[in-house]
């Protein structure tokens, strides 16, 4: 029997003999297989636009190529990385392709601004335990961080086929551990997470503020410490400016080795620009290529997402690729990022996952403690990040009252640096951007 990342190998395989490799990597290169069982495979797309796309143009070919794999025929589902969170499935890590060849140290482009965290990743997979434990990777959003430590354990899995390895974001190391102490299930969580040869944790800054995760993370790390296992992580910040995590915590992230990347200069970008042409099948014009390395300079991954954006066009507009077509990629690709301003219901939504209730009951007239303390929490967000009135912020509440609102706005503006309050602030902002 097939594993869900193996069955979803194959499929993209037999899929690749009949669309264009732009195809593939724009509305495939990031999907990924979830859960396969005797009658479907799941799989989770990033957003809800390509999950439609997928559904739409090419749902039937998917279960036809699923069904030469696994010799008859199975549904597949697709769901968006937000429809996964609120389904059966929302404590499951989607674990890191590491078969794929996608993130891997071949496909890494080196530069200044990267080659010491690049080295010390290579010299991690080489003797995995041994060298720079842990290895501490941090920097902004988008520049290469988790590529490698998907990297390290492509490369260890390749060298140590019989290592465990565990890949996980620190969110869903969270997750786990909430979902194992409400289950009873603290004997497994031990047992799954103490007992692998490579714990690879990416965000790690997402413990700060949780007491019991942090608990339950430094006691994982020392035992995978001494019995000299590999620890890799990443985070946004340094150990020493992550709010809210213990001193204790701090001082073994720094144990080992912490490597920085800074934003590429200009000729890694233009490589980088020229090397995702390459693997989607298309030689950039040098002037196109040149302008999207001179406009976007400060993220990896908005210099992949342009090149998607442009190849995107090509196929779907049937637009030539030239100086003028990647002027108007970055247009595209930059508005709608601006455009992406989190709308009320956005905003009751992550509010409503982050504290693990139904939007319906923010909205609702339910009063719990931790349903208000929930809906303030919203009311409050929607009044900062949208600029409405109050008297509209309590029309998205059933019609509340506007002096509710300010009420519970008042409430959590007095909160806001209790590290509980300004701890779930900043994930759901996060999380909305």
Not at 37 to 43: A, C
Request: aromatic content about 8%; charged content about 25%.
């Amino acid at each position: 029997m097939f594993t869900a990342a193996e069955a979803w190998d194959l499929c993209r395989e037999l899929l690749a003999q009949d669309v264009s490799p732009a195809v593939m990597n724009t509305w495939f290169d990031d999907t990924q297989a979830v859960d396969l069982t005797d009658s479907s495979l799941l799989l989770c797309s990033p957003n809800g636009l390509k999950r439609d796309q997928i559904v739409q143009r090419f749902l039937p070919r998917l279960e036809a190529a699923l069904a030469q794999v696994v010799g008859k025929p199975l549904r597949v589902t697709v769901l968006s990385e937000f429809d996964l969170s609120k389904t059966e499935y929302r404590n499951t890590p989607i674990m890191a392709d590491l078969e794929s060849q996608a993130l891997t140290f071949d496909r890494f482009i080196v530069g200044n601004s990267n080659k010491f965290a690049h080295a010390a990743a290579q010299a991690v997979a080489s003797n995995p335990g041994l060298n720079y434990n842990p290895l501490f990777i941090y920097g902004h959003t988008g520049l290469g961080k988790t590529h490698l430590i998907y990297a390290i354990a492509h490369e260890v899995r390749r060298a140590h086929p019989d290592y465990q390895i565990i890949y996980i974001t620190a969110e869903d190391f969270a997750n786990d551990l909430i979902s194992a102490l409400r289950e009873k299930r603290a004997l497994e969580f031990h047992e799954k997470y103490r007992g692998i040869d490579m714990f690879l944790v990416d965000d790690v800054q997402f413990i700060g503020g949780k007491e019991s995760t942090q608990e339950e993370f430094f006691h994982t790390f020392n035992t995978l410490y001494e019995n000299k296992k590999q620890i890799v992580l990443t985070s946004d910040r340094r150990p020493q400016e992550i709010n809210l995590l213990q001193a204790r915590l701090k001082s073994r992230f720094e144990m080992g080795l912490v490597a920085d990347i800074q934003p590429p200069d200009y000729e890694t970008r233009l490589a980088i620009v020229q090397t995702k042409a390459s693997q989607l099948g298309v030689r950039l014009p040098s002037d196109a290529a040149d302008h999207i390395a001179t406009t976007i300079t400060a993220n990896v991954r908005q210099l992949e997402g342009t090149v998607k954006k442009l190849l995107a066009r090509q196929e779907l507009l049937n637009e030539s690729i030239s100086k003028d077509s990647a002027k108007r990629a970055i247009e595209d690709f930059f508005s709608e990022a601006q455009g992406n301003e989190p709308t009320p219901a956005k905003i009751i939504e992550e509010t409503a996952l982050h504290y693990r209730l139904d939007p319906r009951e923010l909205r609702g007239q339910r009063r719990g403690r931790e349903i208000v303390h929930a809906r303030q929490l919203a009311m409050y967000l929607l009044r900062q990040l949208t600029g409405l009135s109050f008297p509209e912020i309590g029309r998205e509440f059933e019609g509340r009252d506007h002096t509710t609102v300010i009420h519970s706005y008042n409430k959590i503006r007095s909160l806001s640096k209790t590290p509980e309050v300004e701890s779930a602030i900043e994930e759901i902002t996060e999380r909305l951007k």
